[in-house]
C-alpha cells in the first residue's frame, strides 16, 4: 500500500526526471567519443560504489566466488556485458541523431522486454499488443523523417534501437541475479564488468581516453552525478511511496525532458516530422508498462 506523496518525495521525483533528461544532451554537447564517455560514466561511478561495498559487503562478494552465488555472478557479469553493449549504442546514437529521436527510441525497452518474455514462453496480454503495435508504428514514423536528410541520422535511429533492446536483456539479466544479490554487490560487479568491456572496445579501437577539454570532464562528471548515481537512487527512493507501475510512467518523462533541455542548450530542434512518431511511439510504451504491470499482478512470479 502506498501513502500519500510527501513534498520530499514529490522532489525527489522531479529531481530524477530532470537528472535521467540531462544524459543525451550532456552526451551530446561533451567534445569526446561516445565509447570514452561510456566508459568513464561507469569508471567514475564505480570509484564512489566501489569503496562501499567492498566494506559492507564482503561476504557476498566472496560467495560470488568460492560461496553458493556462483550463478548469480554469472548473470551479473552477464548483465555488465550487455549494460555496456546499451551504452556502446545507445551514447553514440545521441551524438549522431537529434536528443529527442535518440532518446525515445532507447525507450522502447518495455516493448523488447515483453517481447523477450514471449520468447521465454510467457504470454503477453492484449493490450501490450496493442501498445507495441502503437510504439513500432511510432518508431516507424520518426526514424522515417530521417530518411532523406542523413545517413547519420538513420545510423543514430538504428544504434538507439540497438541499445532499447540490449538495455531490455541486461534488465531482465539483471532481474535473476537481483534474486539473491543486494543491490549494492551487484551494482559493483555489473559495473566493473561493464567499464572493462567498454575499455577493452576502447584501446582495441583506439578511442581517445584522455585529453578533453574542462568542459567535456565537466560534462563527464555530470553524467556520473546525473543519470548514473542520483536519478536512479531518487527513484529507487521515490519506490518506498510510488508503485514501479507509476516510476516506470515518470521515467518516460525524460523523452520530452531530454528534447527540452537539447532545445533550451543545445538549440537542437527535432524535425517537425517527427513530432508524431515521437508521440506515438511515448503513448506505445505507456499502455506495454501498464499492460506489463497488470499481468505481473494476475500471474505468479516464475522460479529463477
Avoid at 525524460?254 to 532545445?263: H, K, N, R, T
Wanted: glycine share 10%; net charge positive; charged share 10%.
Amino acid at each position: 500500500m502506498h501513502h500519500r506523496l510527501d513534498p520530499l518525495t514529490l522532489a525527489a521525483i522531479g529531481l530524477a526526471v530532470v537528472s535521467v533528461s540531462s544524459s543525451a544532451p550532456l552526451i551530446a554537447y561533451a567534445a569526446a567519443p561516445a565509447l570514452a564517455i561510456a566508459f568513464w560514466r561507469n569508471f567514475l561511478a564505480l570509484g564512489v560504489l566501489g569503496p562501499a561495498a567492498l566494506v559492507r559487503r564482503r561476504d557476498e562478494l566472496r560467495a560470488l566466488v568460492t560461496g553458493d552465488r556462483r550463478r548469480e555472478a554469472r548473470y551479473s557479469v552477464l548483465a555488465g556485458l550487455a549494460l555496456a553493449a546499451h551504452f556502446a549504442t545507445w551514447m553514440p546514437s545521441a551524438q549522431l541523431t537529434s536528443v529527442a529521436t535518440a532518446t525515445a527510441l532507447v525507450a522502447t525497452q518495455p516493448v523488447w522486454q515483453g517481447l523477450l518474455a514471449l520468447a521465454q514462453g510467457r504470454r503477453l496480454r492484449p493490450v501490450m499488443w496493442v501498445g507495441i503495435g502503437i510504439a513500432v508504428a511510432g518508431a516507424v514514423i520518426a526514424t522515417g523523417a530521417d530518411l532523406g536528410t542523413s545517413g547519420r541520422a538513420i545510423a543514430g535511429d538504428l544504434l538507439a534501437l540497438a541499445g532499447a533492446v540490449a538495455v531490455a536483456v541486461y534488465t531482465d539479466l539483471g532481474e535473476r541475479a537481483r534474486a539473491a544479490l543486494s543491490t549494492t554487490t551487484y551494482t559493483l560487479v555489473c559495473y566493473s564488468v561493464c567499464a572493462a568491456a567498454l575499455l577493452v572496445v576502447c584501446l582495441v579501437g583506439g578511442v581517445r581516453l584522455g585529453g578533453y577539454g574542462h568542459t567535456t570532464w565537466l560534462a563527464i562528471v555530470g553524467l556520473v552525478v546525473g543519470a548514473q548515481l542520483l536519478g536512479h537512487s531518487m527513484f529507487n527512493y521515490a519506490l518506498h511511496k510510488v508503485s514501479a507501475t507509476t516510476v516506470s510512467m515518470l521515467i518516460l518523462l525524460e523523452v520530452p525532458g531530454s528534447a527540452l533541455i537539447a532545445w533550451l542548450w543545445l538549440e537542437q530542434v527535432p524535425r517537425a516530422a517527427a513530432y508524431p512518431g515521437l508521440a506515438l511511439l511515448v503513448v506505445g510504451v505507456a499502455v506495454v508498462v501498464v499492460g506489463g504491470a497488470r499481468a505481473s499482478r494476475r500471474v505468479p512470479p516464475q522460479p529463477a
